[in-house]
């Protein structure tokens, strides 16, 4: 049975399973989603908890197995815990897992939970996968994204009690938090736990908030090319900034950025040859997020913007490699907020006219 995150407690409430598998690459929501697990649990008799981290494919899952069928002499309930960092259990994992998932029904007496990153679809298609998810519940633990995240911080503001006003001056106070934890979700969590010890439950004011949440975001160079097709100037400049300052690769930047003008184009090109857009989008992969963008900006930009496109990032390529093209910044970061800022010109919404209509 497969439930979003946001579904863990009401499904906690209704009745505990005998097997949870939670798989995400969030750390914060993950632990969180774990302690509701492990809580209700405790409420129910399962006094006793054993970890198993798989560590390679050379695992030995004879502990495993003989945990999940035995009890100490002190406890009628146990948790079993399994963590896969890897995601890949191996071959004498595989089977494992499937034996404990079709066992897990019949056996009350042990809570198998099983903790994974984030899994591909191939994955999430494997046998072992299929038999935890056919006899248990299993929880993708998604991330919150940026568009998402204001409103996150104000559930979280508001558990501590505090919240910020109403109308934009909120909204203000909520967008600049964002800013500064971008990307990083447990910093945030930590953040407005700061605010709860420093001001008392009730309204918060921009000032208040301005003084004591740190810029502690954190940006993935592919979240940039996002925002950059987005148009989001403001936001794709203070990822590059953040980027640069986290020591990131200027090459792998530029990879990402010229490999969406590079797709770009190809879909373009495939369109014109009489393919339907979807069609083109799966023969370049791109999916989610992406493909809504894609599907947003490719009727605004012609062959002749990508062709000058696809000449700027072959230009800014040997920039970040260290060689001089003229009429271009000579480092390789500026040349990269120019190729960004370029692309987020011809992708941006046009400006909303403030003329009535009569």
């Not at 798989?54 to 002190?74: E, I």
């Not at 003229?326 to 403030?354: E, I, K, N, T």
Request: glycine letters at 8%; a neutral charge; hydrophobic letters at 45%.
């Amino acid at each position: 049975m497969q439930l979003a995150a946001a579904q863990l407690e009401t499904q906690l409430q209704r009745g505990l399973k005998s097997l949870y598998t939670l798989h995400g690459d969030e750390p914060l929501l993950q632990q969180e989603a774990a302690d509701a697990i492990r809580s209700s649990a405790r409420l129910q008799g399962y006094t006793e908890r054993s970890v198993h981290t798989v560590a390679g494919a050379h695992f030995d899952w004879s502990g495993v197995m003989a945990a999940a069928g035995s009890l100490s002499l002190f406890a009628e309930r146990q948790i079993l815990e399994i963590r896969i960092p890897s995601g890949k259990p191996g071959k004498e994992g595989s089977v494992a897992l499937q034996d404990l998932a079709e066992a897990a029904q019949a056996n009350d007496s042990t809570l198998t939970l099983v903790l994974l990153p984030r899994l591909d679809k191939m994955t999430r298609s494997s046998a072992w996968f299929s038999a935890l998810d056919s006899h248990g519940a299993t929880v993708q633990i998604d991330p919150v994204e940026r568009p998402a995240l204001p409103q996150w911080i104000a559930q979280r503001l508001a558990r501590a009690g505090q919240r910020v006003p109403a109308g934009e001056s909120g909204q203000r106070i909520l967008q600049f938090f964002a800013d500064r934890v971008e990307g990083n979700l447990l910093a945030a969590h930590q953040e407005i736990e700061k605010l709860g010890l420093l001001y008392p439950p009730g309204e918060l004011s921009f000032e208040q908030v301005e003084a004591a949440v740190l810029n502690v975001a954190r940006y993935d160079v592919f979240k940039l090319a996002e925002s950059v097709l987005a148009g989001q100037a403001e936001r794709a400049q203070r990822m590059l900034d953040g980027l640069q300052a986290e020591g990131e690769a200027p090459v792998l930047v530029h990879y990402a950025l010229s490999e969406d003008i590079r797709a770009l184009n190809r879909v373009k090109d495939a369109m014109a040859g009489g393919k339907p857009l979807p069609m083109a989008l799966r023969e370049q992969r791109v999916w989610g997020l992406k493909e809504r963008l894609y599907e947003r900006v490719l009727p605004r930009l012609d062959h002749t913007a990508l062709s000058q496109l696809l000449h700027e990032a072959h230009l800014v390529d040997g920039i970040v490699k260290g060689l001089k093209m003229p009429g271009w910044p000579s480092d390789g970061w500026q040349a990269l907020h120019r190729l960004a800022m370029h692309v987020c010109q011809l992708c941006a919404l046009p400006a909303r006219s403030s003329a009535v209509r009569k």
